[in-house]
């Protein structure tokens, strides 16, 4: 089974950035799809931006396009998530999730492996 240990959430100002990252230990298949996941208080956890880890294929959602940037590093084993231009609005706890798969998976529902998530918190 796969575990996930996110790092690098902070507080920042609007226009700010921060870089999460994902180590992930326990992989048994040999490519996954990674996502990046939030959720803030009172709302439904929603997709940010997923890869795969095999072919480098990415999915962002529109809420972030231009801004987010997410990443693998095979050899380490980590995901990472470069947050750019950061808006109050971007303030939740992010998660990180793995699925095996030969695509990058956009909804939480297609995972079955996630961190314990690291706080991400935009004043303006």
């Known amino acids: 089974q796969v575990q996930l240990v996110e790092s690098g959430g902070g507080s920042v100002q609007a226009g700010g950035s921060l870089r999460l990252s994902c180590a992930a230990s326990?992989?048994?298949?040999?490519?996954?799809?990674m996502g990046w996941f939030r959720q803030a208080p009172g709302k439904e956890r929603e997709g940010v931006a997923a890869?795969?880890?095999?072919?480098?294929?990415?999915y962002y959602a529109d809420s972030v396009k231009g801004r987010f940037t997410i990443s693998h590093d095979n050899a380490k084993n980590t995901v990472y998530l470069q947050m750019n231009s950061l808006k109050p609005e971007d303030t939740a706890m992010y998660y990180c999730?793995?699925?095996?798969?030969?695509?990058?998976?956009?909804?939480?529902?297609?995972?079955?492996?996630w961190g314990q998530g690291t706080q991400v918190t935009v004043s303006s």
């Open positions: 999730a793995a699925e095996p798969s030969f695509i990058p998976l956009r909804y939480s529902y297609e995972y079955s492996a």
């Open positions: 326990g992989y048994t298949y040999s490519t996954y799809s």
């Open positions: 890869i795969h880890t095999g072919g480098g294929n990415t």
